[in-house]
């Protein structure tokens, strides 16, 4: 589905602010993957999943359980705590932010229908509740796999460490 254009453009300055803003690699983004690493979880960033109607490109992703996660801007994504109504320019922004909502929730329909995990976790979420929201997830989507996948990864891992110590 194409996007649609907005109704009006946003001045300059606006539209300035606006490309100011970063779309990969905030704070959030950096915290949570960090405290995942350290918590020992491996995952990819910013890595497209090409889905027969869409391409996407969620913050993390965690290939083998096939798991997205997107990290929400508060402003951006409408969280009901903390997004408040615009004032300059607000036809534009309300439509904006619709627009993105509309958006997310058809990203997240698309991803399930293929098979695919997602998380949504907004900005002001902090850092542990994150990793342990994520952790609680990836072992439910673990135990729910086949035990053939789950003989195959030992596997994999039985013969690395096994090359490992053949190496030493």
């Known amino acids: 589905m194409p996007l649609k254009l907005p109704p009006f453009e946003a001045s300059s300055r606006t539209h300035r602010w606006a490309l100011s803003n970063r779309s990969k690699d905030t704070k959030q983004e950096i915290a949570l993957r960090s405290a995942l690493h350290r918590t020992g979880y491996r995952f990819r960033k910013h890595s497209?999943?090409?889905?027969?109607?869409r391409r996407v490109r969620p913050d993390i992703v965690f290939p083998r359980y096939r798991l997205a996660v997107f990290v929400d801007g508060c402003y951006w994504h409408g969280c009901p705590e903390h997004h408040g109504s615009p004032t300059s320019n607000s036809d534009y922004w309300r439509w904006k932010i619709a627009h993105n909502v509309e958006r997310d929730e058809l990203v997240n329909q698309s991803l399930t229908a293929h098979g695919w995990h997602v998380v949504r976790i907004w900005e002001?979420?902090?850092t542990a509740i994150a990793v342990s929201r994520l952790a609680t997830t990836l072992?439910?989507?673990?135990?729910?796999?086949?035990?053939?996948v789950l003989l195959q990864t030992e596997n994999r891992?039985?013969?690395?460490a096994e090359r490992q110590s053949n190496q030493l």
């Not at 497209?48 to 109607?53: A, G, K, R």
Request: glycine share 0%; aromatic share 0%; net charge neutral.
């Open 48 to 53: 497209v999943i090409v889905l027969p109607d």
């Open 124 to 126: 002001h979420v902090p």
């Open 139 to 148: 072992s439910a989507i673990h135990e729910s796999r086949p035990e053939r």
């Open 157 to 160: 891992h039985n013969a690395r």
